[in-house]
Nanobody
Framework: QVQLVESGGGLVQAGGSLRLSCVAS????????MGWFRQAPGKEREFVAD????????SYADSVKGRFTISRDNPKNTVSLQMNSLKPEDTAIYYC????????????????WGQGTQVTVSS
């Protein structure tokens, strides 16, 4: 069993930066691939980024590529999302999630979800 708790959301002006963190409980964290998803008002939840269990492989949605960076610290059971050059269209609730494999995370087959953290980008 893995429990995920996100933090770091908030209100920021366009062009600014935020760093989201997700702390996992449970000894098996390092065996899971991890990802970030987001859901804007009136829209479906969408993939943002994911990272393999080792941290060697990452992938990003085209909309955030070059602006967001996902990373993980297995000894600290933490996965982070550094978000730079934020845009109003990045406004959403951001969710941390865990899945069995890097590929399954990317296609949305997840085993665990966090409760989400709100990110609001003003223009």
């Amino acid at each position: 069993q893995v429990q995920l708790v996100e933090s770091g959301g908030g209100l920021v002006q366009a062009g600014g930066s935020l760093r989201l963190s997700c702390v996992a409980s449970g000894r098996s964290f390092r065996t899971y691939a991890m990802g970030w998803f987001r859901q804007a008002p009136g829209k479906e939840r969408e993939f943002v980024a994911d990272i393999s269990w080792s941290g060697e492989s990452t992938s990003y949605a085209d909309s955030v590529k070059g602006r967001f960076t996902i990373s993980r610290d297995n000894p600290k059971n933490t996965v982070s999302l550094q978000m730079n050059s934020l845009k109003p269209e990045d406004t959403a609730i951001y969710y941390c999630a865990a899945g069995q494999t890097y590929y399954r995370v990317r296609i949305g087959v997840l085993d665990y979800w966090g409760q989400g953290t709100q990110v609001t980008v003003s223009s």
